[in-house]
């Protein structure tokens, strides 16, 4: 299988959805009155230079990812776990946590500056045993783990432009789940490349080469942009995974997504027990006087 490299797999996910969020919003502020039009759209702009630059960190992890900063009692219960991180070489500076528990949000992800944002089931269960503070100090570093793996670039300014894109993936992923009952409804989403090639050649033959053209490389998306992106994740998670064991926090995180019942794959299993057995190495630390 070709080994595409991380950052040609992250351009082909970027660029439709940076395309088509800059496309809604320029639609949206012109429909808009002009005055009002032009403001927002300078405000949006505005908005993401200071997000490159830096800036607005706080509020916008917490519109982005839809969580707050973890309160006094949250964070008690979450101390050691940091602690124990700090220990491992693992710094984490803020802690904030989701809104809402819902079912397809991970529990802990890495975001922004030493950020992380985990779910309050985890906390929650940190609290009352469920898992121990070692399972969680596992949790956390593979969301760390992942974050190092990706090192994206103006990460949240990125996550801020393509809000857009994500509402959108997220209403026809909607629609489809609700009209997934109809027949062959399954079967036309399948042969859309079919479909796709028909429209192509007809256009080109009735002399409208651009639109047919323009449909063919949506289609064509449609199929590249989500293999490239389990592409990363399935990399992402390797390397994350990699990281947990250099913590010696492999077997940790294998036995919490097995009692928690995470699909896992024989071979990802194998990969984060292969150091069950092998006594860890002592790691030298640095004492500043």
């Known amino acids: 299988m070709m080994r595409f490299p991380m950052t040609v797999l992250r351009v082909v996910t970027l660029v439709p959805a940076l395309l088509v969020s800059f496309v809604l919003t320029v639609v949206v502020c012109a429909l808009l009155p002009p005055a009002l039009g032009l403001l927002a759209f300078m ?29 006094e009692a949250e964070f008690r219960v979450m101390a050691p776990v940091l602690a124990e991180l700090g220990g491992r070489g693992v710094d984490i500076a803020t802690l904030f946590v989701r809104r809402a528990q819902r079912p397809s949000t991970p529990v802990a992800v890495a975001i922004g500056r030493r950020t992380v944002v985990v779910s309050p089931g985890l906390v929650d269960a940190t609290y009352r ?9 596992a949790a956390l570093a593979h969301a760390v783990g992942r974050h190092r793996a990706l090192r994206p670039r103006l ?12 509402l959108i993936v997220a209403a026809f992923r909607g629609i489809g789940r609700a009209f997934a009952w109809l027949p ?51 990399r992402a998670e390797a ?40 006594p860890q190495r002592p790691r030298l630390h640095l004492v500043h006087g």
Request: with cysteine.
């Open 43 to 71: 405000a949006a702009g505005g908005v993401l230079v200071a997000l490159a630059m830096g800036q607005l960190q706080r509020p916008a992890i917490a519109a982005l990812t839809s969580s707050r900063p973890a309160t």
């Open 129 to 137: 045993g469920g898992v121990t503070g070692t399972e969680a100090a």
């Open 184 to 234: 062959f409804m399954r079967l036309a989403w399948t042969l859309r490349g079919v479909v796709g090639v028909i429209c192509v050649v007809q256009s080109v033959a009735e002399g409208r080469s651009w639109a047919g053209l323009l449909g063919g490389v949506v289609i064509a998306l449609t199929y590249v942009v989500p293999v490239a992106g389990r592409r990363i994740d399935l």
């Open 155 to 166: 990460e949240l300014a990125v996550l801020a432009a393509t809000t857009p894109w994500r």
């Open 239 to 278: 390397e994350a995974d990699q990281f947990v064991l250099g913590l010696g926090l492999g077997p940790v995180l294998a036995g919490l997504l097995r009692r928690y019942g995470h699909p896992m794959t024989f071979e990802r299993m194998q990969r984060l027990e292969t150091a069950a057995g092998q």
